[in-house]
């Protein structure tokens, strides 16, 4: 029998091969090459998302905003004029109105007439001042809608010079006193004449 030789432990380790980084490397080569291809196909991925994302906002229609398309008009009853709010301030500011005084807030359309009235920051005492501009013609005016009442604090009427009070189209309170019921019942009785439009 041939006898039998005892292995010890100690020899079993140094006849093992050493295995060192680039062995290592060698077993994890297929794992590394597998994660930097993944990254080229997402990063690649993430490119072309991004160009066709691009193409199709070019290639789509972009929405022209027309700064008018909401914007107020002024359409002339009888004729079908129109003319935007916008388009009677630019008048405004080519014509002797600018000359007279700036512009408040408050503006309406006469659409009987065919024109804006467009108030203006005027201190006339029993006057309320407008620029009216007139759709057809495009011109520009002063009416100083002075009734000849004289403030309140006053407490006296006269008659208009011109003898008409033209209260129409409605007026609102803040700038309609020389509308108001007291002043035209006096004008009635007192200005031999007047002509009143409501």
């Not at 408050?106 to 501009?133: M, R």
């Not at 005016?141 to 309140?152: A, D, K, M, Q, S």
């Not at 189209?169 to 019921?181: D, V």
Request: aromatic share 8%.
């Amino acid at each position: 029998m041939p006898e039998e030789i005892e292995v010890q432990p100690e020899e079993i380790i140094e006849e093992q091969p050493k295995t060192g980084f680039l062995e290592k490397l060698k077993l994890h080569k297929f794992k590394i090459l597998g994660g930097v291809l993944g990254v080229f196909i997402f990063t690649g991925a993430l490119f072309g998302a991004y160009k066709i994302v691009q193409r199709q906002t070019e290639s789509a229609p972009q929405p022209i905003v027309n700064p008018e398309q909401d914007e107020e008009s002024c359409v002339k009853t009888d004729t079908g004029e129109e003319m935007s709010l916008s388009e009677a301030k630019e008048i405004f500011l080519q014509s002797e109105c600018v000359e007279e005084g700036s512009l408040k807030e408050e503006y309406f359309c006469n659409e009987n007439t065919g024109t804006w009235w467009l108030d203006l920051e005027i201190d006339k005492p029993g006057c309320a001042p407008a620029c009216v501009i007139n759709i057809s013609t495009e011109e520009a005016e002063i009416n100083w809608r002075c009734t000849g009442l004289i403030p309140e604090d006053e407490k006296r009427f006269v008659c208009p010079e011109n003898n008409k009070i033209d209260c129409m189209p409605m007026i609102n309170e803040k700038r309609g006193w020389f509308c108001e019921k007291e002043y035209l019942d006096w004008a009635r009785e007192n200005c031999p004449g007047i002509t009143i439009t409501h």
